[in-house]
């Protein structure tokens, strides 16, 4: 049974830095693509970053490119999301979801496996 499970959330002053991590298990991560999402309320959940396994490329959108990076531990099943600078605006419940095909798909419902998520609360 695959499972995705976050840690790392919480709450931080704006300008501050968060690390979210991402256990896998029931399945071999180096054969899957990653992605991290985020869903303010209210809002659609759309995609922060991913790892494609296919190209290996890492993916950002425009409103997190420079101060988040991603990173994954193969050896651990573990993806990381380290996130600096944050601001009110990443406010938001953080999910990462693996998807069997190793695409980074944009769209949230095309990967096959997710986390419960983990919030994340940035005061101004």
């Known amino acids: 049974q695959v499972q995705l499970v976050e840690s790392g959330g919480g709450l931080v002053q704006a300008g501050g830095s968060l690390r979210l991590a991402c256990v896998g298990s029931?399945?071999?991560?180096?054969?899957?693509?990653i992605g991290w999402f985020r869903q303010a309320p209210g809002k659609e959940r759309e995609r922060v970053s991913c790892?494609?396994?296919?190209?290996?490329?890492?993916y950002y959108s425009h409103s997190v490119k420079g101060r988040f990076t991603m990173s994954r531990d193969n050896g651990k099943n573990t993806a990381y999301l380290q996130m600096n600078n944050l601001n009110p605006d990443d406010t938001a419940d953080y999910y990462c979801?693996?998807?069997?095909?190793?695409?980074?798909?944009?769209?949230?419902?095309?990967?096959?496996?997710w986390g419960q998520g983990i919030q994340v609360t940035v005061s101004s």
């Open positions: 979801a693996a998807d069997r095909r190793a695409f980074c798909w944009v769209e949230a419902a095309l990967y096959d496996y």
């Open positions: 029931g399945f071999t991560s180096d054969d899957y693509s």
């Open positions: 790892i494609s396994h296919r190209d290996g490329g890492t």
